[in-house]
């Protein structure tokens, strides 16, 4: 597989729960770098490297109701959440997450939306 690249990615270490008092339906904002064997992201703030994915999913998470989010569960237990965040969000809701949700669950054979 060769690399595959977003750019303007949000992510998530978990949902935004409604008691979170966060205004922003992200944490950090930056780019994905899916490559053989893991995913990069490359945020502002922080950058992880997922590897040892067990699954992905797509759809509602915590109390955004507008955006479809990526769930990856990797390393035994641990979670990553990403969207589209060009246009300022409206990319995911133009479908931006769902290309990136099918690049990512080429990863893992039992994948489910």
Same mark, same amino acid.
């Given at each position: 597989?060769?690399?595959t690249?977003?750019?303007?990615?949000?992510?998530?270490?978990?949902?935004n729960?409604?008691g979170d008092?966060?205004?922003?339906?992200?944490?950090?904002?930056g780019?994905?770098?899916?490559s053989?064997?893991?995913?990069?992201?490359?945020?502002r703030?922080?950058?992880?490297?997922i590897?040892?994915?067990?699954?992905v999913? &797509?759809?509602?998470? $915590?109390?955004? %109701?507008?955006?479809?989010? /990526?769930?990856v569960?990797?390393?035994?237990?641990?979670? #990553? &959440?990403?969207?589209? $965040?060009?246009? %300022?969000g409206?990319?995911? /809701?133009?479908?931006?997450?769902?290309?990136?949700?099918? #690049?990512?669950?080429?990863?893992?054979?039992?994948s489910?939306?």
């Amino acid at each position: 597989m060769s690399e595959t690249l977003f750019e303007k990615v949000w992510y998530l270490d978990k949902p935004n729960e409604w008691g979170d008092m966060k205004l922003k339906a992200f944490r950090d904002i930056g780019r994905l770098v899916l490559s053989d064997g893991y995913i990069d992201f490359i945020g502002r703030k922080e950058g992880i490297r997922i590897t040892n994915i067990q699954n992905v999913s &797509y759809g509602k998470q $915590g109390r955004d %109701f507008i955006n479809n989010w /990526i769930k990856v569960e990797y390393d035994g237990g641990r979670m #990553a &959440y990403f969207a589209d $965040g060009s246009m %300022f969000g409206w990319g995911g /809701i133009l479908g931006g997450t769902l290309k990136m949700f099918n #690049a990512v669950r080429q990863f893992v054979p039992h994948s489910h939306q």
